[in-house]
């Protein structure tokens, strides 16, 4: 298209756009992919670099701290709505570091009822299930303020029954509820960074690599608020 012919690079995230997704594999510019999933992208054309939370570290630094706080019943996973390959990478993450704790951590949906998650009803039926006091890391923000309405809706107090732990430190999540959510903050200005620096080497490179490379960000901190103390 003209517009293809006027670009020389693309950073993005909208994978989740399908008319964005089905043209770039065969664009004719070299493309930078926030949190796309490799074997997705292993078959494009065109040069690709992703650049990614480090999800396992995320997932670590939740169950972490849970087990830090020292005081819990149970210790659980609430995963993104849609299956995303992040969320999954944090729940596997969180479930090992509890383990090795020898500590069973459970999982939201379970396997058994996939559809669950599109229920708000089945949350809060598993919410109000989970041994007291529980701890529970949600995927991203948005979803950890849904395992809050949901908690109020069954009459789970938080902090005190149920503690939550959110990801991304999105301040109109974190702190535009009651409690306010406590939530790990990641490095996003470094990955911007990562990003211009993976589109220019991909920009000055003559062949197409036969790898895809994967850049993994840290994050950088846990924020406490009222959702964990």
């Known amino acids: 298209s003209k517009l293809a012919a006027e670009i020389s690079g693309l950073i993005t995230s909208c994978l989740l756009d399908d008319e964005l997704t089905a043209v770039l594999p065969n664009v004719p510019f070299p493309c930078v992919l926030f949190e796309a999933s490799k074997k997705k992208v292993s078959g494009w054309r065109t040069k690709i670099a992703l650049i990614k939370s480090d ?10 701290h849970f087990l830090s706080l020292g005081h819990f019943a149970s210790y659980a996973f609430v995963k993104s709505k849609l ?3 992040w969320s ?5 993450a969180f479930q090992s570091v ?22 708000p009803k089945a949350l809060q039926r598993w919410l109000k299930a989970l041994p007291k006091p529980a701890a529970v890391m949600a995927a991203y923000d ?6 809050l309405n949901a908690c109020k809706a069954v009459g789970v107090r938080v902090p ?3 503690a939550i732990l959110g990801v991304d430190n999105d301040a109109l999540y974190c702190e535009n509820v009651t409690p306010m959510l406590s939530s790990i903050q990641q490095n996003c200005e470094k990955e911007g960074l990562l990003a211009a620096r993976e589109l220019s080497r991909l920009l000055k490179s003559r062949k197409q690599a036969k790898n895809i490379r994967v850049t993994k960000v840290p994050p950088s901190k846990l924020i406490e608020r009222e959702s964990t103390v």
Do not use: C
């Open 142 to 147: 948005g979803r950890a303020v849904e395992v």
């Open 55 to 64: 999800n396992e570290e995320i997932g670590r630094l939740g169950a972490q």
């Open 83 to 85: 299956p995303h390959e």
């Open 98 to 119: 509890l383990a090795t704790a020898k500590t069973p951590a459970r999982i939201f949906p379970p396997k058994s009822a996939p559809s669950a998650t599109d229920d």
């Open 160 to 162: 005190d029954q149920v």
């Open 88 to 92: 999954s990478e944090r729940a596997a």
